[in-house]
């Protein structure tokens, strides 16, 4: 900040009419951040110290109105519209997060399911070692 002007300092080697009407959206959503205008930000600039230049807008002529007017308009929208998303986010996030838990309840109760099988399995094949075991002795003793 210098006075009332917000000051971005851009390195780009190409500068382009996309690039300064980009690098002005990200000024003036710096300056619509600035919910209680403590920083009162009138003008923009960007700096840009590679081609030795510096251009300031006042943000009455970026907004084609009185900034004073328009400002606590602009800045309680930019607000509700930042709360909205927030919460957008944070219901996909817990809707992800719910699918993951989902997703791992099923994989953990798949994978009990195939260790209780093998577990089945296998005291089946000794049960079944066991009785040939028995029916060997058995045929033995009979020989005998």
Known sequence: MVG??????????R?????IRNAL?????YALLDFEDSLHIRHLAIWAPRRKA???????QILDTS????????????????????????EEAKARHDELVKWRANFEA?????????????QEKKGRRRESDRNRIAAKRAAT
């Open 4 to 13: 009332d002007v917000l000051v971005e300092c851009k390195t780009s080697e």
């Open 25 to 29: 959206l990200q000024l003036l959503g």
């Open 67 to 90: 900034a004073d007017d328009a400002l606590p308009k602009l800045r309680e929208d930019f607000r509700h519209t930042l709360i909205t998303l927030r919460e957008q986010r944070n």
């Open 110 to 122: 798949e994978r009990r399911a195939q260790e209780d099988l093998a577990a089945l399995q296998a």
């Open 54 to 60: 510096t251009q300031v807008w006042s943000l009455n």
């Open 15 to 19: 500068i382009s009419n996309q690039w």
